[in-house]
């Protein structure tokens, strides 16, 4: 169909829809299930049989299987169903943790899906884009990412960035009149929006003609194939360990296996022990837990407000150094308020009044007033209101804005003084210039009931005022002098000293014969008035900076308000130092990159920047060393977002192009947040190191076990089904639980770690090494001391070591839980843990103590008096360096 072509009227009538009431939610249900949600189609997922298979992939566990077959056909049938029973197992638990993983990611798929601005029942209303459907009416404004195929019904200074379609980078400007030229490109279809396409400049809406794979970009798309996920550092990194480790391991293993054969075991026997300690002793699940633990780090981030998009990012929040933070919203509470108006030559007014209900009344010199007493405030309130886009409304007795909190704070004003949206029906706004926060204006031209033509501006009062020639004082214009201009600009300064945000209202009239586009529209107007506004810092902003201070992060405020506001904000947050430095756009631009690189450690606050200042903000920071998270929520924030190194997007006023350029989404826009995803990252890569350090010391302690054992020429102190099983229960579970830690007191009090620290830094390969051979040491002297009892029963002196072993390794995993004692974290502090201890200890009992079971893992019961002598030993390793004093 080309809708191009097809006019207005005939467009809603073929699509069955209504312009001012869209689609009713029944509706638009009925047709979702008949064109299907608003996705493109993804690449075939393997079965859950193909993710089962890939579990046998590991080599070792191949040369394991193979080992089973020969096993079997020795008649070995034990043995060979045991080993099996085990690799079967270990598969089941690979599955499950791959599963989880997976459900994790697309849980998080779904999180940070776009939202689109829809037409339904006569409301607009936000929704995810996958539930749009053919015949909804949708809004489009700058920053947002068009969701569907649209073709549009009115356009206010609409541009298009559609590189993505057409190649063409420059912005198509669009309309919304029908073309009458026939098989025209995509890049020609100027009154069409197309999904995945990017709104750069104006606004307007459209009616949905396709969705899914129907749009232009889904018959792209379905001659795709999709790309395979890249490996985060940290995977990179651990796979690159475990290559290391294989070799580490495959020689010990072989030296084991030598020095058996060598002292007279039987070559069969020998191999599968060694086959069995390689198994044990190759973390080949390392990249599992990795995945699922930063999955469940990801899951309890969520629960924060805190959507991350990149794994990578999850590693990246650790290092970071300098949080680079918008104040509206993010810092403060993005509910602006109206507190002071300032009109030409006259006393200024106090409003009073919270957020956005309209309760609230004038005050000048104490005095309450109604709009209508003052000269001149029932106009600026009412031009105030005409040029804006937001609008008021209540839910539940609580008073929301849609649209920018500024322009929602000029309505709210408004209704104060009794000028509300449906009193201004006598005008009709016939152009629009929309807000640029380059132009830091934005303008429009109304014609009232008498066919009089006005133009409005608002904006930065400094941008204005070298654009006004007049001012409107006591109902009258007068010429702008130097006085008067300077009798603002300490208004001006006074009210940004008091930490309010300044906005300008100037006009003119003008005639019917003046071009609407004229370059001179914006010139030699006449100042009407001030704004004085505030939005109030969140309530636990202060402390959430102060926890950052301590954690070695530093915050930066970046904002569009004018010094002196910014100044008061940052000094009512503690932000700014008493040497800090406060820093303009101006004084950026005045500057060249290795100048602010010099000064940037001690600027705290960057005001009246424009975006793209951003971008240099991060840039500087980056070559003094620093990991930079930086916030934003416009479509010009992205290219800064981009370019630091943990892009953080606003999820309320956040556009879409913002959200897909960032690696975290902050679901309530609150500074707090970060310092929370902060903490959060920081406690996921400490779990790791962790679950590493309690995999490879325990592993190191299985094979010097039976090194030590062969380079003594005594028998094996373990049987190859008892290594396997010592793998699964002591290695799998608690290592897995030891990822779900809840962070350490002390982890926002240290500095943010090197984002090149190797993993064993900070003493991590000493604890390891000096673990393991504790571990593998109080092992074997177990099992000589059995072995010496009872000389002609090998069962008994190898179930000794066997239960040493394991009980050293659940003792151990308490240890791994600090970098100081074992003592200095509650051991009930991590439930799983604790849970995950209890089944590995009743699966050891199982087998020592269960009849049936004793023939195929060669155990025997064992007395209670050889449990006081097992239980001081595996202690052992935890005394001597887990209470502190060899805990280096």
Not at 292 to 317: D, N, P
Not at 732 to 748: S, Y
Not at 758 to 770: E, P, T, Y
Not at 866 to 883: D, K, N
Request: proline share 4%; hydrophobic share 45%; with cysteine.
């Amino acid at each position: 169909m080309k809708w191009y072509q097809v006019s207005r009227r005939d467009i809603l009538q073929q699509l069955n829809t209504s312009e001012t009431f869209g689609l009713s939610h029944k509706e638009a249900d009925r047709r979702r299930k008949k064109s299907g949600e608003n996705v493109l189609a993804e690449e075939k997922k393997p079965s859950r049989f193909f993710i089962f298979l890939r579990q046998f992939e590991d080599f070792m566990v191949l040369v394991l299987l193979a080992a089973t077959l020969i096993s079997g056909l020795i008649g070995e049938y034990v043995d060979a169903i045991t080993i099996m029973a085990i690799v079967l197992l270990n598969a089941v638990l690979g599955y499950v943790q791959e599963q989880k993983a997976e459900k994790s990611l697309e849980k998080l798929k779904e999180l940070s899906a776009p939202m689109a601005k829809v037409l339904r029942e006569g409301e607009w209303t936000q929704i995810p884009s996958k539930e749009l459907v053919p015949g909804d009416i949708v809004k489009l404004e700058t920053g947002d990412r068009v969701s569907a195929d649209i073709r549009l019904l009115k356009t206010n200074s609409l541009e298009i960035e559609e590189s993505v379609l057409t190649g063409e980078s420059h912005p198509a400007e669009k309309m919304a009149s029908e073309l009458t030229e026939h098989d025209l490109e995509l890049g020609d279809q100027h009154n069409m929006a197309f999904a995945g396409t990017l709104v750069t400049r104006g606004n307007g809406y459209g009616i949905v003609v396709a969705t899914g794979m129907s749009t232009a970009m889904g018959k792209i798309a379905s001659m795709l194939s999709a790309t395979k996920r890249k490996p985060t550092p940290l995977e990179q990194k651990l796979e690159e360990l475990g290559k290391v480790l294989i070799a580490a391991a495959l020689v010990l293993t072989a030296l084991v296996v030598v020095l058996g054969v060598y002292q007279g075991h039987s070559v069969y026997n020998m191999f599968l022990a060694g086959v069995s300690l390689a198994v044990a002793a190759i973390p080949e699940g390392l990249p599992a837990i990795v995945t699922v633990a930063l999955s469940l780090g990801v899951q309890r981030m969520i629960k924060r407000r805190a959507v991350v998009r990149k794994l990578s990012a999850v590693e990246t929040l650790g290092c970071a150094s300098v949080i680079c933070s918008d104040k509206t919203g993010t810092l403060t509470k993005n509910e602006m308020t109206v507190q002071q108006i300032y009109l030409p030559e006259q006393e200024p007014i106090r409003v009073s009044g919270k957020g956005y209900s309209p309760a609230g009344y004038f005050y000048q010199q104490k005095q309450k007033q109604s709009s209508s007493e003052i000269e001149g405030l029932e106009k600026l309130l009412t031009y105030g209101v005409l040029c804006n886009h937001a609008s008021i409304r209540e839910k539940d007795g609580k008073y929301m804005v849609e649209g920018d909190p500024t322009e929602g704070a000029l309505i709210v004003a408004a209704q104060k003084g009794d000028i509300a949206r449906q009193h201004l029906k006598n005008y009709k706004v016939i152009h629009e210039i929309p807000f640029d926060s380059s132009r830091k204006r934005m303008t429009v031209v109304v014609e009232d009931e008498n066919h009089k033509r006005y133009v409005i501006t608002k904006g930065a009062p400094e941008v204005l005022l070298n654009r006004t020639s007049w001012v409107f004082s006591c109902g009258e214009k007068k010429v702008m002098t130097p006085s008067r201009k300077k009798e603002l600009e300490t208004h001006m300064d006074d009210m940004a000293n008091q930490a309010l945000r300044t906005l300008a209202v100037c006009y003119k009239p003008i005639e019917h014969s003046q071009p609407l586009k004229d370059v001179d529209l914006e010139k030699d107007l006449i100042f009407l008035g001030l704004f004085g506004m505030i939005d109030p810092p969140r309530e636990d902003v202060k402390e959430a900076i102060e926890a950052c201070r301590e954690a070695g992060v530093k915050t930066v405020m970046i904002t569009g308000d004018h010094a002196s506001t910014a100044r008061a904000i940052a000094d009512q947050l503690t932000i700014l130092p008493d040497q800090g430095e406060v820093l303009t756009g101006y004084d950026l631009s005045m500057m060249t990159a290795e100048e602010l690189s010099e000064i940037i450690d001690n600027v705290y606050v960057f005001a009246r920047v424009s975006p793209e200042h951003k971008l240099q903000i991060v840039e500087a920071l980056q070559r003094k060393g620093h990991v930079v998270a930086m916030t934003g929520d416009g479509v010009n924030d992205a290219p800064a977002i981009k370019a630091s190194d943990i892009g953080v997007s606003m999820g309320v006023t956040g556009t879409d192009v913002t959200k897909e350029a960032s690696s975290l989404i902050l679901m309530d826009d609150h500074f707090a947040t970060i310092k929370a995803a902060i903490e959060e990252g920081r406690n996921i890569y400490e779990n790791i190191r962790k679950f590493i350090r309690y995999l490879l010391a325990s592993n190191v302690g299985e094979i010097l076990v039976m090194l030590f054992a062969m380079l003594l020429a005594m028998p094996l102190p373990l049987v190859p089904v008892q290594i396997l099983w010592v793998n699964l229960v002591t290695d799998g579970l608690p290592a897995l639980a030891l990822g779900l830690d809840q962070p350490e007191k002390n982890v926002m009090k240290k500095p943010p770690r090197h984002p090149k620290e190797s993993i064993f830094a900070r003493g991590l390969a000493f604890k390891i090494i000096s673990r393991g051979f504790m571990i593998g040491l109080v092992t074997l002297i177990a099992f000589m001391f059995a072995y010496q009892q009872q000389p002609d029963h090998l069962e008994y002196a190898q179930t000794i070591a066997f239960v040493t072993l394991v009980m050293a390794q659940l003792i151990h995993v308490f240890d791994c839980r600090s970098d100081q004692s074992v003592f200095a974290r509650n051991p009930f502090g991590n439930m799983y843990l604790v849970g995950a201890v209890l089944s590995s200890l009743l699966l050891m009992l199982v087998v020592v103590y269960y009849p049936p079971l004793q023939p195929i893992f060669h155990t025997v019961s064992l007395p209670l008096r050889e449990w006081l002598m097992i239980l001081a030993l595996s202690a052992i390793p935890t005394m001597i360096f887990g209470t502190g004093k060899g805990n280096h």
